[in-house]
């Protein structure tokens, strides 16, 4: 059974250890390994800062009552867009829990949440080497939008914009 919840200061251990899975196995061909080494390094501690108890936006997704996977739905960063859109901010899966739908499930949450809060949009940012992420968010109904940044993650990488209709 799945569950997704928002997160409490007690989960924050839990999901600095599946953002850290997560980055080994989505990026190990895409971001160079010290890049990695060195973010999963720093994640303990953000996510002890990041969850709250004030926390509204960052979610754990437990398969039969054990942390699987984070997600973090938030109002989107750009300026570009109006007050209709929503933001998947995060969505990892730990490997061991990949290709089981739980990322379908999640994002089935997602949907509800940004409509729940009026949105009827979303938008997700994916980096453009990640073929994985990009089929998935795809199959989901996403598609770019035409905009597009460069980021750095040990090297140069370009993200795009993926948007979908509620």
Same mark, same amino acid.
């Given at each position: ?23 080994? %196995? ?6 160079? +390994? ?5 973010? *999963?390094?720093?994640?303990? &501690? !953000?996510? /002890? ?56 499930? %999640? ?6 949440? +940004? ?5 009827? *949009?979303?938008?997700?940012? &994916? !980096?453009? /080497? ?37």
């Amino acid at each position: 059974m799945i569950h997704i919840r928002l997160a409490l200061p007690a989960d924050a251990p839990d999901m600095a250890e599946i953002h850290m899975r997560s980055w080994e %196995a989505a990026y190990k061909d895409i971001i160079p +390994a010290d890049y990695i080494r060195e973010k *999963n390094a720093t994640r303990p &501690a !953000l996510w /002890e800062s990041l969850i709250t108890e004030d926390n509204m936006i960052y979610h754990i997704i437990e398969k039969d009552g054990q942390p699987v996977g984070l997600l973090c739905i938030a109002p989107p960063q750009e300026d570009d867009l109006d007050e209709s859109f929503h933001e998947l901010q995060g969505l990892y899966l730990h490997p061991d829990y990949y290709r089981q739908g739980i990322g379908t499930l %999640a994002m089935a949450f997602a949907y509800e949440n +940004a409509r729940a809060s009026a949105k009827t *949009n979303m938008i997700v940012w &994916a !980096l453009a /080497e990640n073929i994985d992420a990009l089929r998935f968010y795809e199959a989901c109904g996403f598609k770019p939008d035409g905009k597009q940044q460069t980021r750095d993650y040990g090297r140069e990488h370009i993200v795009i914009r993926m948007r979908k209709n509620l």
